[in-house]
């Protein structure tokens, strides 16, 4: 009797034990698989772990024990070639091993960044490294990239543009390109043909950023994601008062060919209700605003009425963004004037404006080059950038100094994989 006792109580505890064991397995998975997504096929590309220590001194100006990585990464700052046509065009014959290759990531970080997908405009003409690095920068597969290709830039620029973006199944090359004239029309309609694409695509994106081939996030997405969730359907961009000297941006007609020029001949008055405002060509904006701009009549007419303009892009967009309309607007209220270094979407540095900060300038000085008097950042600006809000900058270019773009590229890797570096 004896035996029979311990032989079922025997029974009885495996049984328990294994049920124990097998909830305990059911949990672990469960919780695993709900905190983080499967990153395991995701690795640091070399080239970001080799220029890290460099950076981090770079970036924190502490210099202890990382002397000799800091001079070998200050070494290559200006980069005499950039990466061809040809080169792409070659290795995105094999698209596997290209992503894999060159650093792409394949997986949603998150699943707050999975369920939130991003839509962005990239209106690109030149520097093909330029703009895979770009795309590269702010890439996730659950997120949907529409790129616009100047008409007049060259066929194998396009060829290659063509074969980086067929290798991947949420990249795409705008249905309509626009041979973009600089300070005409045609630079808002290059984003214009991207937003009803964008709208057209099955991705069911909440906002929507441009970029152009000189921009760089100083944001993770992970990072972009959670500022577009406190915007809590808000749009942000620079919109302010105009003052009388841009206003003659559109009080004449300007005629377009190669180039925009002047003419004496005036314009009707803005056909709508509520007052102009001036801004920049960068904005962050909610889906619901670009269905807005695609639908609304006296949107439209807005839209008609600008194509004559000089600049457009630096007053349709921050007008539309104090018009009661328009969904995530702000009021025309002058209280209300948005610079751009409180909106989000770009952070810029104007040689006219720089200074020193202690006796009123907002900005140091630029470390790297002045551009029609935007600063093209150099690696002594990275601390400053990295401490904005803003989501991405404007301008970079390897061929002013490549450190700042690969400082950036490493450091928004692996914050991006979960690394507090700073």
């Known amino acids: 009797m004896l035996f029979v006792r311990i032989w ?3 029974i009885l505890l495996r049984t328990l034990s294994l049920i124990f064991i097998g909830m305990l397995l059911y949990f672990v998975l469960r919780e695993s698989g709900s905190k983080r997504l499967s990153v395991s096929d995701l690795r640091i590309p070399q080239q970001f772990s080799a220029d890290l220590p460099g950076c981090l001194a770079i970036i924190s100006g502490d210099t202890e024990g990382r002397s000799s990585k800091l001079a070998e990464l200050l070494s290559s700052r200006k980069r005499q070639t950039l990466l061809s046509e040809d080169f792409y065009l070659n290795e995105t014959k094999d698209c596997p091993a290209y992503i894999e290759k060159r650093g792409f990531i394949t997986a949603p970080l998150s699943e707050e960044e999975r369920d939130f997908p991003i839509a962005y ?34 066929t194998e620029f396009k ?10 199944p ?16 045609s630079r808002v309609q290059a984003d214009l043909n991207c937003m009803k694409d964008l709208l057209s695509s099955r991705v069911q994106w909440r906002y929507m950023l441009n970029t152009c081939g000189a921009d760089f996030p100083i944001k993770t997405n992970g990072e972009i994601v959670h500022t577009l969730k406190v915007l809590n359907g808000k749009n942000t961009m620079e919109s302010e008062t105009t003052n009388d000297y841009k206003k003659g941006r559109w009080q004449n007609h300007y005629n377009v060919t190669d180039s925009i020029t002047w ?14 405002f001036s801004g920049n060509a960068y904005f962050v904006v909610t889906r619901a605003f670009v269905k807005h701009v695609m639908q609304d009549r006296e949107v439209q007419k807005l839209i008609e009425w600008e194509k004559d303009t000089y600049s457009p892009d630096e007053h349709l967009w921050a007008t539309l963004q104090r018009m009661p309309s328009v969904p995530g607007s702000l009021p025309a209220n002058n209280k209300y004037d948005t610079s751009d270094m409180l909106a989000l979407a770009r952070a810029v540095k104007w040689s006219y404006l720089a200074g020193d900060v202690r006796k009123g300038a907002p900005y140091d000085h630029c470390t790297g080059a002045y551009k029609r008097a935007v600063c093209v950042y150099g690696s002594g600006d990275l601390q400053w950038l990295l401490n904005q809000q803003q989501l991405l900058a404007n301008k970079f270019d390897p061929e002013v100094d490549d450190i700042a773009i690969r400082c950036l590229e490493s450091v928004l890797r692996f914050k991006g994989l979960g690394h507090d570096l700073l």
């Open 8 to 10: 079922w109580g025997t």
């Open 159 to 168: 060829r290659a543009v063509k074969a980086i973006v067929s290798c991947f």
């Open 170 to 185: 949420n990249v795409f090359v705008a249905s309509r390109l626009e041979r973009v004239i600089y300070a005409s029309w």
């Open 263 to 276: 003419t004496d001949v005036k314009k009707s008055p803005p056909p709508i209700s509520s007052p102009m």
């Open 121 to 154: 405009s990239m209106v690109i003409h030149e520097k093909i490294e330029m703009f895979e690095r770009l795309l590269r920068a702010i890439y996730s597969p659950q997120n949907i990239y529409c790129v616009h290709v100047d008409q007049k830039s060259k």
